[in-house]
């Protein structure tokens, strides 16, 4: 069943169309017409970390906004503007640090992909810089970063080289926080927790150069490879944040005749068809991404891609995030399993399932008694549990 979307949603929606159009101008005025919760708008905008956007459609479409909401909102897009500036030029510091050491690296979303997607720096919401290496190369990386200034935060600082070998069998990254400027790092060793999930990460080549400056860039994935990986990662995180999706749209508008097409057969080739068929599937109908009725016609008929589009809309306009909610991530943990059909990506899958990175934070193990984790997996879990119900209760 399509659960029922707000107007607060619908505004939302319609303020990430892009790129700026009279289309786009007609839908922000006619959905912001009728009488809105504006409050609720703002938290619906903030929840979808899509202010940048929201901005520039309200600025453009000029509807009737409370002084005290349009003021909040340019207040917030102007600090994301501000945090972004910082964010690329901390970006090019580090890629300079990297070639100084000869460690090859990649920048994935961020200001690049605001770049691509937008033409804008300012319009995408940027919390932190992701930042890709090879396997074998994290624990290098790991160390430069410290050396630049940064302290790791997740996994504590207090775990030793074992224990952080431990941690990225289950996680992808290790997360950095430099404490002076108060900027995030993620330094990923590979795209997702499920290593089977885009194994073969281009580090190296096909990549391409993204200006910040007029004379400076950074270093991201190709075309083939950036698109396929946003479709996993907003299928991964059961696209919960509008943001992910806007990304997508932009995206394809941008595309030439057959360029779509193009786009979800390299997907294919790559491991996750699946995640961008529901990428198709909920632009068309979220956002009006025009896209050729042939394709959507296929994607439709099959019935997992509608199950993940399902799946999808129901977490992508509920008012809390996943984790939020009571059970909230059960349907997200559920569609994970339907976004590969090859086996060993389920194993994979399950495995991730019945080793909790929380666990090892929480219980740091030898590695000779990992295998121990998936029989704690339920005394911690209610352990934890308990503890935050009696946190509660206080």
Not at 52 to 70: C, F, S
Not at 221 to 230: R, S
Not at 356 to 366: F, H, K, Q, T
Request: net charge positive; hydrophobic share 45%; charged share 25%.
């Amino acid at each position: 069943m399509t659960p029922s979307l707000s107007r607060e949603f619908l505004l939302a929606a319609a303020c990430t169309i892009w790129p700026p159009s009279d289309r786009r101008t007609e839908i922000i005025r006619e959905a912001a017409a009728d009488p809105l919760d504006w409050d609720g708008f703002l938290r619906v905008v903030v929840r979808h970390r899509v202010v940048g956007l929201v901005h520039d459609g309200l600025t453009r479409a000029q509807p009737t906004v409370p002084p005290a909401i349009a003021r909040e909102i340019g207040v917030q897009a102007a600090a994301q503007v501000r945090q972004n500036l910082a964010l690329a030029a901390e970006g090019l510091r580090l890629q300079r640090l990297f070639a100084e050491a000869d460690l090859p690296v990649v920048f994935v979303k961020g200001v690049t992909l605001a770049t691509l997607a937008y033409g804008d720096l300012g319009l995408r919401h940027g919390r932190d810089l992701d930042l890709v290496v090879r396997p074998e190369s994290t624990l290098p990386a790991a160390a430069l970063l410290e050396s630049a200034g940064y302290r790791r935060s997740e996994p504590p600082a207090s775990f030793n080289e074992a224990q952080v070998r431990t941690w990225l069998l289950r996680r992808k990254e290790l997360t950095y926080i430099h404490e002076e400027r108060r900027l995030v790092v993620e330094l990923h060793s590979r795209l997702f927790d499920n290593p089977r999930l885009m194994a073969k990460m281009p580090v190296t080549e096909p990549l391409r150069i993204v200006a910040v400056t007029e004379e400076l860039g950074l270093r991201t994935f190709g075309e083939d490879d950036l698109f396929a990986y946003l479709c996993a990662h907003g299928a991964f995180h059961c696209w919960f944040r509008l943001k992910w999706l806007a990304d997508i749209g932009a995206l394809l508008t941008r595309q030439p005749e057959g360029g779509a097409e193009r786009l979800y057969r390299a997907a294919e080739t790559r491991g996750v068809g699946r995640p961008a068929a529901q990428a198709f599937l909920l632009c068309r109908r979220l956002l009006g991404t025009t896209l050729p009725d042939q394709l959507i016609a296929v994607l439709r008929k099959n019935t997992t891609v509608r199950w993940l589009e399902a799946i999808a809309m129901q977490t992508i306009t509920a008012d809390l995030e996943p984790t939020e909610q009571l059970f909230g991530t059960t349907l997200n943990n559920l569609s994970l399993f339907l976004l590969n059909r090859e086996w060993r990506y389920w194993l994979a899958e399950l495995e991730n399932h019945l080793i909790s990175p929380v666990d090892i934070l929480m219980l740091p193990l030898p590695d000779q008694l990992r295998v121990l984790y998936p029989l704690l997996r339920l005394p911690l879990w209610l352990w934890r549990k308990s503890h935050l119900l009696h946190f509660s209760k206080q």
